[in-house]
């Protein structure tokens, strides 16, 4: 079946620090690769997405590339804020008539001043 | 425009009571998910509703579980009786319906079983 496996946290980094979260998957067919985070107290929250092999997702800084040879969807931020701090979900939306997101356990972010 | 509406946000119960969760998804959204977030881990789809009908329910463990969407709009999801193990994030998401669409999520609900 399909999954999602993300680098384990917590990952604490200083401000304007350079941010890598990985995420590989395991999917059949063509899925569709997603970020998601969640700041504290809030719902999940759709960061970027992209939906063919060698698309670059982008928002706020954030940038993600579909790689189909790699089986990834790294996440990455030049430079990184204290508002960034919040969990950060990879997710994958199979085309093989499971439609439904497959989720990562998820990436804790801190980022201290 | 209001979003994905949850409630209420957090309940604490005793096991074996009964518990019901509550969703009104945006409006015009066809599709309709609840998903259960255990403590440091990714949500995990319970049932998914194309309009009023669930065409995916195969993770719900149906012995104590239930889900209603009357007229397909807003969404019921019910425990009974509670277990300790149920004790985790609730969230529901709405979205048009298509593989590439957003998933646009609730708050959800803590809840506690004690």
């Known amino acids: 079946g399909d999954s999602v496996t993300q680098m384990e946290g917590p990952v604490t980094l200083s401000e304007e620090a350079f941010l890598t979260i990985n995420c590989t998957y395991t999917?059949?067919?063509?899925?569709?690769l997603f970020w998601y985070v969640q700041y504290p107290g809030e719902g999940l929250q759709l960061l970027l997405k992209a939906t063919k092999a060698d698309d670059k997702g982008s928002n706020k800084g954030f940038e993600a590339t579909y790689r189909k040879e790699t089986t990834s969807f790294h996440l990455e931020k030049g430079s990184v804020q204290v508002s960034d701090s919040a969990v950060y979900f990879c997710a994958l939306y199979s085309g093989a008539g499971s439609y439904q997101l497959t989720f990562g356990k998820g990436t804790k972010l801190s980022v201290i001043p | 425009e209001a979003g994905v509406v949850q409630s209420p946000r957090y309940k604490i119960i005793e096991k074996k009571q009964p518990v019901a969760f509550w969703c009104n998804p945006i409006s015009g959204h066809n599709t309709l998910y609840w998903y259960r977030q255990n403590l440091g881990q990714g949500p995990e789809l319970l049932i998914r509703y194309e309009n009023e009908e669930a065409v995916d329910d195969s993770q719900l463990p149906k012995d104590r579980f239930s889900a209603e969407r009357l007229k397909g709009v807003d969404s019921t999801l019910k425990i009974q009786p509670a277990e300790l193990g149920d004790s985790a994030v609730y969230l529901c998401?709405?979205?048009?319906?298509?593989?590439?669409?957003?998933?646009?999520f609730g708050q959800g609900t803590r809840l506690t079983v004690v």
């Open positions: 999917a059949t067919g063509y899925p569709s």
């Open positions: 998401a709405s979205s048009v319906t298509g593989m590439n669409t957003e998933a646009f």
